[in-house]
């Protein structure tokens, strides 16, 4: 254990930097707050490169600190509220360390989000696709970061619990046809049918798209078939998320 009482410690300057997305981008490396979500990551074999604990945390996890930490950084309140993206840190803020990319299997059901740049959006589809038995997870261009503080929230460690790729959704939908498996796509035109038509299967794709405008134009002319929720009461249009979970859980057999 080491201990660190100033935020203008050059190791906590250089950890701030990770606040912001192109720093995250060029150490291959990100932020994660709060007991919960370092829990998760350090039991999926996620490596930690250092992990900053205030007191408070050291009193409330001092037995999984024993067990699974070999090296840690005793910090300040103040050290640890200046890395925090939160104004009430929970005692525990670690620099994890992004995997490796991996060749995407395409069997099983995965999830394809076109430009759903809301990062609480984003991580609680990760969460939902995760809860509905989905093997993974695709964010195409214009999709919020991964490791933005409020995606990583969102996910609620889920993020550990699938395989999660950045990827042109041009050029994966035909992959996942080839491969035998339909994509369906989200949208309200006269060619589209409603969500409780469709069969359940085991191997397919589903893209959501962007908040405001939808999928756009040239992913819908890429899909095998496109589907839309009726809507039974007075709302304009479900939330993104929502949507997504309806769909996730109809359509997985």
Do not use: C
Not at 53 to 70: H, K, M, T, V, Y
Not at 105 to 117: M, P, R, T, Y
């Amino acid at each position: 254990m080491k201990e660190i009482q100033s935020s203008k410690n050059t190791l906590i300057k250089e950890t701030k930097k990770l606040q912001q997305k192109k720093y995250r981008q060029q150490t291959q490396s990100y932020l994660l707050e709060g007991f919960h979500l370092i829990q998760e990551a350090q039991a999926a074999g996620v490596v930690l490169k250092e992990v900053f604990i205030s007191q408070r945390g050291l009193n409330e996890w001092s037995a999984w600190i024993e067990e699974n930490l070999a090296e840690y950084y005793l910090v300040s309140d103040e050290v640890l509220k200046s890395l925090a993206s939160q104004p009430a840190p929970q005692g525990m803020i670690a620099v994890a360390e992004m995997p490796q990319k991996e060749t995407l299997n395409f069997s099983g059901a995965w999830l394809l989000l076109d430009n759903v740049q809301d990062p609480g959006n984003v991580g609680t589809m990760i969460r939902t696709a995760d809860a509905a038995g989905f093997s993974g997870v695709i964010l195409g261009q214009g999709s919020a970061d991964l490791y933005n503080p409020k995606t990583l929230r969102s996910t609620q460690g889920s993020l550990y619990h699938l395989k999660i790729s950045n990827q042109d959704l041009a050029e994966i939908i035909p992959q996942f046809q080839h491969a035998g498996s339909p994509v369906f796509g989200t949208a309200l035109d006269k060619e589209a049918k409603e969500y409780l038509t469709a069969a359940k299967m085991e191997n397919f794709a589903l893209v959501m798209g962007n908040e405001g405008q939808g999928m756009s134009p040239e992913l819908l002319a890429l899909t095998d078939q496109n589907l839309y929720i009726t809507i039974k009461g007075q709302a304009e249009s479900l939330n993104v998320a929502i949507a997504a979970g309806v769909l996730m859980f109809h359509l997985l057999k």
